[in-house]
């Protein structure tokens, strides 16, 4: 997933769904030192787990849903969004909310690019964003697709 991003020049990037951080680790390995990183994260475990490991000034662990994400970002654009979000366990209403809001998140030149199991969510994406490109990659257990979307 993280292949698919480019990180050099990426001054805000946002993470949905930081779980156990190992995504969030991956991010944090290859942003610029002057970068910031906002994860948002529900449950209040995983944020309190990652706040230990990535006590870092220029990483926010954000224990809120990804659906206000415009409330943390203020206006500003990010370069990328990096989501695993379980988009089939999230309803309906909150889903859209998180699809509309990464949008006008994005910078135009930026990229939204999710870690998903269906290729349906595609269709979803679609309804958002401009260019969506699907690859599917065998290094994740279970395989995955890719998914990089750009308004
Ligand atoms: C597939 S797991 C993430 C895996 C994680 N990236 C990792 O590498 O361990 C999805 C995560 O999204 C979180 N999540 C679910 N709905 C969310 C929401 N609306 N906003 C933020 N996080 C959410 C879950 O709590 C869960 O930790």
């Not at 995983?46 to 203020?74: G, T």
Request: proline share 4%; net charge positive; hydrophobic share 40%.
């Amino acid at each position: 997933m993280l292949s698919y991003a480019d990180f050099k020049g990426a001054k805000l990037i946002v993470e949905l769904g930081g779980g156990d951080g190992s995504i969030t680790k991956g991010i944090i390995e290859r942003m610029d030192p002057d970068a910031t990183l906002l994860v948002f994260e529900i449950s209040k475990e995983f944020c309190d787990n990652m706040k230990l490991e990535f006590p870092q000034k220029n990483v926010k662990i954000i224990c809120d849903s990804a659906e206000n994400l415009d409330r943390y970002l203020r206006g500003k654009r990010a370069d990328l969004i990096l989501s695993s979000l379980p988009f089939s366990l999230i309803p309906k209403e909150s889903r859209q909310q998180i699809y509309a809001k990464s949008r006008s998140a994005v910078k135009h030149q930026g990229k939204f690019i999710q870690i998903c199991y269906s290729y349906l969510l595609r269709f979803q994406f679609a309804k958002h964003f401009k260019q969506i490109s699907t690859s599917f990659t065998l290094r994740n257990f279970p395989p995955a697709f890719i998914m990089v979307c750009q308004a």
